[in-house]
């Protein structure tokens, strides 16, 4: 259910779709689900990191974003990560920035 | 999957006269056609005269602000009564009122729990009135929205206006949405339904790909709206991609009326087609084969108020690329 919304079922984001003829996706078989999984947070996580925070995935079928003093939000929806990390920031991460490019560039 | 065409156009620019036609034309016999109601007077109903019992009447006034649920409600209604055998329709035209923006019902479609399932975009047809349009785009930031997220647009009233007005508003159409098709409503329908066909591909025009430099916008600056395109010769990774544009809507997915692109993606051999309308995004198109032209990935977006070079910056940082040349 969508944390935000509680909407049943939300969670088929455009980058990780429900595999279906025509629609390109790597949310395919368990092994290529979990691989695409595993390298969203590790992108995600070099550009959450200029705010010191921190994504985790939790069993597969959530997301905990967590920051340094150790606060924490869970999440079921990949679309959610933005406004849940900068709420947890309490800033804003603008990928126009020219600090936030000058960081990704260094990750 | 019922293919959903979403028809929408400034008001008085045609929508219902464009309708009613196509309502008459054999391809679309099996169309269910929801129509909004706007204002108290449910005019647009009373002039369409052939909508047999497939119409819904939405009560509520303006589509953007509070039908979503009633669109979700009438799809789900018509879906129920498809299912239970009590009527058949092979496609849906939701007609919007004229100051609507595509963007929510298109949202409605795409993240509806059930309706996903059911019913897919066709694509957005705007119809742009040739005599009164071209003041409206300089004074209404909704006409350029409908145009910026039309797939396809049909010039209406082309009988009425000076030929050298239509030829400097396609022009301008040209200047808003460069990818969009434009067929006129003088055209027989058989043309204009061929438009409604969802098997368009989601592509930027890729004609100009070898004239283009690597880096091109067009600043608009009379009508607020650049448009905005990017070629890329290294291939995407796929994960960083997702990550840049979802960030990049997430802030400023309101000034971005309108994104295309065909993505050359890392360890893919044919290209990936992403399109979407401000902060939502269509489920990427797997494409069979790459069309003519270098292999490379090219974007388009149409924007507001956001320079192309942040943006280009932006995507090179994100994708780990070395970015090597300036905007042309």
Same mark, same amino acid.
């Given at each position: 259910m969508c944390s935000l919304c509680g909407i049943l079922g939300c969670d088929d984001h455009w980058t990780h779709s429900?595999?279906?003829?025509?629609v390109f996706t790597r949310n395919t078989d368990r092994h290529s689900r979990r691989t695409e999984g595993a390298r969203r947070v590790a992108a995600a996580n070099r550009v959450l990191s200029f705010r010191r925070i921190k994504l985790a995935e939790w069993q597969g079928t959530s997301f905990v974003v967590s920051n340094a003093t150790g606060a924490s939000s869970v999440f079921e929806s990949f679309s959610h990560l933005w406004p849940e990390a900068e709420a947890l920031a309490g800033r804003e991460i603008d990928p126009l920035d020219d600090a936030v490019i000058d960081w990704v560039k260094e990750q | 999957m019922i293919g959903v065409t979403l028809l929408t156009g400034f008001l008085g620019s045609g929508k219902t006269t464009l309708l009613q036609r196509l309502l008459t034309d054999p391809a679309m016999a099996n169309a269910a056609v929801l129509i909004n109601e706007f204002g108290e007077v449910g005019l647009d109903h009373h002039l369409l005269?052939?909508?047999?019992?497939?119409v819904v009447l939405m009560?509520? %006034? /303006?589509? /953007?602000?509070?039908v979503r649920g009633e669109v979700a409600d009438a799809l789900m209604n018509l879906n129920s009564l498809r299912t239970r055998g009590e009527i058949d329709f092979d496609r849906v035209v939701i007609e919007t009122t %004229?100051?609507?923006?595509?963007y929510p019902v298109l949202q409605t479609l795409r993240a509806h729990p059930v309706l996903r399932s059911h019913f897919e975009n066709a694509g957005v047809l705007t119809t742009v009135d040739a005599v009164n349009a071209a003041r409206q785009v300089e004074h209404r930031a909704e006409a350029v929205r409908q145009i910026a997220a039309a797939d396809r647009l049909v010039l209406t009233k082309t009988d009425l206006a000076q030929d050298e007005d239509v030829s400097a508003l396609r022009s301008t159409l040209a200047r808003i949405n460069p990818a969009a098709p434009v067929v006129t409503g003088a055209d027989d329908t058989n043309t204009i339904i061929a438009r409604l066909d969802p098997a368009l591909p989601p592509v930027p025009d890729t004609q100009d790909v070898e004239t283009h430099h690597h880096h091109h916008h067009d600043v608009n600056e009379d009508l607020g709206v650049v448009t905005f395109s990017l070629t890329i010769e290294e291939s995407v990774d796929w994960t960083d991609f997702g990550i840049w544009l979802t960030l990049l809507l997430h802030r400023y997915g309101d000034r971005i009326f309108r994104f295309k692109g065909i993505l050359a993606i890392a360890g893919e051999d044919r290209p990936v087609a992403v399109h979407g309308v401000q902060h939502l995004v269509h489920a990427p198109a797997h494409m069979t084969h790459w069309p003519n032209g270098p292999r490379v990935s090219r974007a388009v977006f149409i924007l507001e108020g956001i320079e192309p070079e942040r943006i280009r910056r932006s995507f090179y940082a994100f994708m780990g690329l070395k970015d090597t040349k300036a905007v042309a």
């Open positions: 429900v595999d279906r003829p025509g | 005269d052939r909508i047999d019992d497939n009560k509520s %006034g /303006c589509i /953007c602000c509070t %004229g100051l609507a923006d595509p």
